[in-house]
């Protein structure tokens, strides 16, 4: 079982920046590759970035490159979003994943 807590999200101005971090516990792996998603309200679960188990390897969805980073800290069981430029339309709930696990997410709300 593996437990996976975002942190992070709040309130930010349109060109803000926010931190999220995805912290996990439990029976985990530094050898597992992990990503984060996001949700709008009405609209359906979205890609967001991808991280290899080592960090050599990240992808990010059209929308956010260039102006998110994706990273990890084994040695925490901690990966990170750096967001920056922020939109009104990252608003969402942004979710980590791991393996077959999600968290609860954390709410991003950008104000135009």
């Known amino acids: 079982q593996v437990q996976l807590v975002e942190s992070g999200g709040g309130l930010v101005q349109f060109g803000g920046s926010l931190r999220l971090s995805c912290t996990a516990s439990g029976r985990t792996s530094s050898n597992d590759p992990m990503a984060w998603f996001r949700q709008a309200p009405g609209k359906e679960r979205e890609f967001v970035a991808f991280?290899?188990?080592?960090?050599?390897?990240?992808k990010y969805a059209d929308s956010v490159k260039g102006r998110f980073t994706i990273s990890r800290d084994n040695a925490k069981n901690t990966m990170y979003l750096q967001m920056n430029s922020l939109k009104p339309e990252d608003t969402a709930v942004y979710l980590c994943?791991?393996?077959?696990?999600w968290g609860q997410g954390t709410q991003v709300t950008v104000s135009s």
């Open positions: 994943t791991l393996a077959i696990y």
């Open positions: 991280i290899s188990s080592n960090g050599g390897v990240t």
